[in-house]
């Protein structure tokens, strides 16, 4: 996860899961990890940008019942609709992309 404020990098978190873990979980824990920053910050308004499509579709699927997924839609609800979230091509030479991988 990388925060950037006007542009500008403010922050990078690095975390490290079990190998076992796939690329989707990872995405989700990067979305989780930066809906906690916002909240730890008490940050007016924020956009989290994700290149996980299939994270981003899980988090905005009715049908979604996971725990762990629905723990981080209810975490984005108490949000009041000030953080929103955005896809961003992988790979495509997004600056906040190709540093947060």
């Keep these: 996860m990388v925060v950037f404020e006007d542009g500008n990098e403010k922050e990078r978190g690095i975390w490290r899961l079990n ?33 996980s499509s299939s994270a981003l579709v899980s988090i905005e699927s009715l049908e979604e019942n996971r725990k762990f997924i629905l723990d981080i839609k209810n975490s984005l609800q108490d949000t009041n609709n000030n953080v929103l979230h955005w896809w961003t091509e992988a790979h495509a030479g997004n600056k906040g992309n190709e540093r947060a991988d």
């Design 19 to 51: 190998n076992e873990k796939t690329v989707f979980i990872a995405g989700m824990v990067a979305i989780r990890e930066a809906i906690n920053y916002y909240k730890r910050r008490q940050i007016a308004k924020a956009n989290i940008i994700s290149d």
